[in-house]
């Protein structure tokens, strides 16, 4: 496709519009069943769908720069996976390439957006038609002695079915187990009552297949799960689909299949389906339920409960001792965990509590901000997750299954498995994103979809757009988000009355350091009476010191820029999955930023 535009010259106006036509079918079958990232611009796009051409040059020039980029980011494994064919599909873009005249080819060196991986870079600037002819013949010799003879791998049938028998038989002890004990809930388990394929793919190693499996959601009446009989060494990265599907994806993984003698691991055990369960469980439990799971899972580290006259009186929800101790226990779940909503429940028993220690329980890491905040005030942070892993460190899981099995009854079904493969993806996607300039875009796409997914059902619609910050050759973009709220009392009503953000303004900032206070003051730049004054920064890093005066320096001036890194999007990815506000962190951002 790129090889036929850069042939395209000024008149072929027919030819052009059918390949811009075929180019778009494709980009859509791509977006439209999710086969790997595409980053194009909006630019590009436009380029792509309109039906008149003013100008093929120019026109031929936006295609061919982002196409030109978007293959070559594909030739990183991040994108597509394939074998020891490198050098040939480097060597086919540069044969594309030189398809283009030579005035063609000194605007695009001019104006090319590189890749991060841009692997055996030319400069494509030829004085005369000979220079660059000698050019094509030499690329195409090299190309000839790089090229890679794969031995075709062929697995045979009856390979097959001995990998599907015992595939099969996993996959019914799986849905027997699930069945038996947690009939009520069964659809919620990411391969339960779902659509599964499985793929075997290549591998790095020569000695193991990758086995491979996604799970739809979907309306067949019998889903089971399939065996593709077919090898893929050519296929997208984690996890996009492998085939043209449009039902949404809802849980996958990769195991090892041995070459020798077809064997792998048990990818469903007991082990995995008690995890999923405590993740469930977890996803819909009330406060109440929090409580109750929080009290057994300290009983086995040997806390004693009892009723106590200064819990009662102090609204705690626990009371125990342990080695001639007293503790109180705040649960926190659902519970606002707000630097604001702490440090008012600590001032309601604050000093007033002398001999008992107060724990702070979460379902969820609440950050860091809040867990300063409790260091200052000598109250202990204590994890859910750190208690449920202990079990599984010493292979005692079953006693979580016993505990949960007996409260499925009482839960409120509400949040959908979906929702924590979305979460999950996200954050492997967030850190397999390399940091710096050539990435900014795949950086931008992820932090777009990271914004919606924590915060799209705090408003009543999310209506945003993107905005191109600069030319072409980086089409750096942010978000205005229409402040368009549903809970008048929320972080969003508060901000649209305290900063006049009628809109909100997210920015996306792949440095590979800590932000700086030059930073802030431009991303300030967007703010206007048309938007308001707020806005919100996603890094890799964080910000420094000169940042954080900044901050202070532009909110003394009616502007909030509050600012999150990887770490602090990744801890809201895990508490938005288990149904945790993260509008809470947004809310103890600002106070750190006021109280100073």
């Not at 009723?307 to 649960?331: M, P, V």
């Not at 000598?378 to 099995?405: A, C, E, R």
């Amino acid at each position: 496709m790129l090889s036929k535009i850069c042939s395209i010259k000024h008149n072929e106006f027919g030819d052009y519009i059918y390949l811009k036509k075929d180019l778009l079918t494709l980009v859509y079958r791509i977006k439209k069943f999710n086969l790997f990232t595409l980053t194009f611009s909006e630019q590009f796009m436009l380029c792509l769908e309109k039906k008149t051409i003013e100008n093929i040059s120019e026109d031929k020039f936006v295609l061919i720069t982002e196409l030109y980029f978007e293959l070559y980011e594909c030739l990183y494994t991040t994108r597509l996976r394939y074998g020891g064919e490198l050098m040939y599909y480097i060597f086919e873009l540069k044969l594309a390439l030189l398809n283009l005249s030579l005035p063609e080819l000194s605007k695009f060196e001019e104006a090319i957006k590189k890749p991060i991986h841009y692997f055996f870079p030319e400069n494509f600037v030829f004085k005369t038609e000979y220079e660059k002819k000698e050019k094509v013949n030499e690329i195409k010799i090299n190309q000839r002695q790089s090229k890679v003879i794969k031995q075709k791998v062929k697995i045979k049938e009856k390979e097959y079915e001995i990998i599907e028998t015992k595939l099969h038989e996993f996959y019914y002890q799986y849905k027997s187990y699930i069945l038996s004990n947690y009939p009520a809930i069964s659809d919620l388990f990411s391969f339960y009552n779902k659509r599964v394929r499985a793929y075997v793919t290549e591998a790095i190693s020569k000695n193991i297949y990758e086995f491979r499996f996604h799970s739809y959601i979907t309306n067949t009446k019998n889903p089971a799960i399939t065996l593709i009989h077919e090898y893929y060494d050519f296929y997208p990265a984690y996890f996009k689909n492998l085939e043209e599907i449009s039902e949404e994806l809802c849980g996958a993984m990769v195991i090892v299949l041995r070459k020798d003698n077809l064997d792998f691991p048990n990818p469903f055990t007991i082990k995995y389906i008690h995890r999923e369960l405590v993740s469930i469980f977890l996803r819909n439990s009330k406060e109440k339920d929090v409580e109750e799971f929080s009290e057994f899972l300290l009983k086995c580290e040997g806390y004693k409960f009892a009723s106590n006259t200064i819990a009662l009186k102090y609204r705690f929800d626990l009371y125990a001792e342990k080695s001639n101790k007293q503790f109180l226990f705040e649960i926190f779940h659902h519970k606002s965990r707000s630097s604001v909503k702490l440090l008012e429940r600590i001032k309601s028993f604050n000093q007033k509590i002398t001999n008992e220690k107060v724990i702070f329980v979460f379902s969820a890491y609440p950050g860091d901000a809040v867990n300063k905040i409790l260091e200052q005030n000598n109250i202990i942070p204590i994890y859910i997750n750190d208690l449920v892993d202990k079990h599984f460190n010493v292979d005692n899981s079953q006693i979580l299954h016993w505990y949960i099995q007996t409260k499925i009854s009482s839960l409120k079904l509400s949040q959908k498995g979906s929702k924590k493969f979305e979460g999950e993806t996200l954050i492997k996607r967030l850190n397999n994103c390399p940091e710096g300039d050539k990435n900014w875009s795949d950086y931008e796409d992820i932090g777009i979809d990271i914004f919606r997914f924590l915060f799209e059902d705090s408003f009543k619609s999310l209506m945003y757009e993107t905005q191109i910050e600069n030319d072409l050759k980086n089409h750096r973009r942010y978000l205005i988000v229409s402040n368009y709220y549903k809970d008048p009392s929320s972080f969003w009503a508060e901000v649209k009355n305290e900063y006049k953000a009628k809109a909100i303004i997210v920015d996306f900032k792949n440095y590979s350091k800590k932000l700086n206070s030059s930073t802030l003051f431009s991303v300030s730049k967007y703010n206007n009476k048309k938007v308001g004054y707020f806005t919100i920064i996603f890094s890799r890093k964080g910000i420094d010191k000169t940042a954080v005066i900044e901050q202070r320096t532009l909110l003394s001036d009616g502007k909030l820029i509050i600012e999150f890194n990887d770490n602090e999007l990744i801890e809201m990815i895990n508490e938005k999955i288990i149904g945790i506000d993260p509008l809470d962190r947004l809310k103890s951002k600002e106070f750190e930023l006021v109280k100073k």
